[in-house]
């Protein structure tokens, strides 16, 4: 196996960093704005702040694998000399030229690489004469959450090219696969190797899934013992994320449908394996609706919960009010210059008063408690 080194620059580390984080939030609201609206078809459109294109070879075979970072088109057939398959990773859509170079040199249909470089783009398979063309968000996570990066595959009987818009992905488990001398991975071809690319995109999601699905039953617990403005909010976020997520990946169901049909691209021993593909965007789908649902009730429970503990409170201080609503009229009567008020001239009146106004509170409490208005119900 040949690989060459690269070297990593601290200042360009941070700034690709930087760059990172714009274009997740760029991506966060990409389906808003097309980036070729009004263009002709086939016109590449690069964002300003797209980075600056780097693309990665790993070329394999049975019996050896090549991988190298390359500068250019021209350094690709040093890398892939004989072997069967080869697969080229473009990170960074910041490039017309290079993207309408790599179109030229591996067939791209001007449709397919202007798709690859529009972020908006859905779930989706295309065909063309010299190739296929698959679309799929691949998921991520940071400090605000879920958010979905676009990953364009075109694939030929020898060469996968995927493009991505920012660094980093979840398919270094693919890569070490493809490293793995006893993988099933390097005694298949190209078709298998789309497959196995979709299947990684499609797996990562699962985590993000169970993560959503846990905070959501967790809240469930806390919202019975005491909401707060603050769960509200996690509602809302949890919520928002399964949309989200759904709205990701019901394309995704659709496209590993059309994948199937393909007979003539994908071969007799990857065809079942794009079945279990299917099986698990149904898997994901299903805890998503599960947990929306779950979400769903869960606001309600929330709001009938502070429904409950505002009619708790204004239940306590009615009581209140109408345990001194008599000692209010009995203080107020005492208060009245009047001479003929019964006790009023004797010598122990004034603590009788009292007696009297704590007999009829505690005979209002009594009464309360008897009828049962004094019990939290609240509370299971």
């Known amino acids: 196996m040949t690989r060459l080194p690269s070297i990593e620059l601290p200042g360009v580390v941070s700034h690709a960093l930087r760059r990172t984080a714009l274009t997740a939030k760029l991506a966060r609201r990409r389906l808003r704005k097309p980036a070729n609206l009004h263009t002709a078809p086939g016109t590449i459109v690069v964002h300003p702040d797209a980075l600056p294109p780097e693309m990665s070879v790993i070329a394999f075979g049975p019996d050896r694998v090549a991988e190298a970072r390359i500068g250019s088109l021209a350094e690709l057939d040093a890398v892939t000399g004989d072997l069967p398959v080869a697969w080229i990773n473009v ?3 910041g490039d017309a030229n290079l993207l309408k170079a790599i179109a030229e040199r591996f067939g791209i249909h001007p449709l397919a690489i202007e798709d690859a470089s529009d972020l908006s783009q859905r779930a989706k398979v295309d065909t063309y004469p010299d190739g296929t063309f698959i679309v799929l968000p691949m998921p991520h996570e940071d400090a605000k959450g879920f958010w979905t990066e676009q990953i364009a595959l075109w694939m030929t009987p020898r060469y996968v090219i995927s493009f991505q818009s920012v660094p980093g992905d979840c398919l270094d488990a693919l890569r070490a696969r493809i490293r793995n001398p006893a993988g099933r991975l390097r005694s298949h071809g190209a078709d298998y190797l789309a497959y196995a690319i979709a299947d990684a995109v499609i797996d990562a999601y699962f985590p993000i899934v169970d993560r959503i699905g846990g905070m959501v039953e967790d809240l469930e617990d806390e919202v019975f013992r005491r909401p707060t403005g603050k769960q509200l909010s996690q ?4 919520r928002s994320e399964l949309i989200r997520m759904r709205r990701a990946l019901l394309p995704i169901r ?5 994948l199937l049909a393909l007979d003539r691209v994908f071969s007799a021993d990857t065809r079942p394996y794009l079945r279990d593909l299917s099986d698990h965007v149904a898997r994901a789908l299903d805890q998503i609706e599960t947990d929306r649902y779950m979400a769903n009730d869960l606001l309600e429970i929330y709001m009938t919960s502070v429904n409950m503990k505002l009619g708790e409170t204004s239940k306590v ?3 209140i009010a109408t345990i001194f609503m008599p000692l209010s009229f009995l203080t107020g009567l005492w208060g009245m210059n009047f001479e003929i008020l019964p006790m009023s001239d004797r010598e122990h009146g004034f603590w009788i008063a009292l007696g009297l106004m704590a007999a009829t509170s ?19």
């Open 235 to 238: 509602i809302r976020l949890a």
């Open 254 to 258: 659709d496209t590993a449908s059309n």
């Open 317 to 319: 201080l009615t009581i």
């Open 91 to 93: 990170d960074g859509l």
């Open 362 to 380: 505690l005979g209002f409490l009594v009464y309360f408690w008897r009828k049962g208005w004094l019990k939290d119900t609240t509370k299971a």
